[in-house]
């Protein structure tokens, strides 16, 4: 997965980019093909913001999250349950929308031929 981390107001660490990767990086493991991933890690006033673009094949994802008392790393770990939680989804919905097709479109075709 090729990731790019921006910093917005906040000081670029490198505990920072690791504990981003390493998030994502499991995620990659979810997806069938090499995705992309922009970051972008901001401060305002109190608050920690973590957003993503993840693109792969036929997915886009945005996700953002933001943690109070600027604790970074807790933004990062539920950036990372959504975008879990939004790749299972697509996933299910593939798989039961290519389930359904194919036998919905063999029914139809033994209904069309029947009724001639």
Do not use: W
């Not at 690791?18 to 995620?27: A, D, G, I, P």
């Not at 008392?69 to 807790?74: E, F, K, P, Q």
């Amino acid at each position: 997965m090729n990731i790019a981390i921006t910093f917005k107001n906040v000081p670029s660490s490198d505990a920072v980019k690791s504990h981003v990767e390493k998030k994502l990086n499991k995620l990659d493991k979810m997806l069938d093909s090499p995705a992309e991933a922009q970051v972008v890690l901001s401060e305002e006033k109190l608050h920690s913001i973590a957003e993503v673009n993840l693109t792969c094949n036929k997915l886009k994802i945005h996700a953002r999250s933001d943690a109070e008392d600027n604790n970074m790393y807790l933004a990062i770990d539920s950036l990372a349950e959504k975008i879990r939680t939004q790749i299972s989804k697509f996933k299910e919905k593939q798989r039961r929308h290519l389930a359904g097709d194919k036998q919905s479109i063999k029914d139809e075709v033994l209904d069309y031929t029947d009724s001639e």
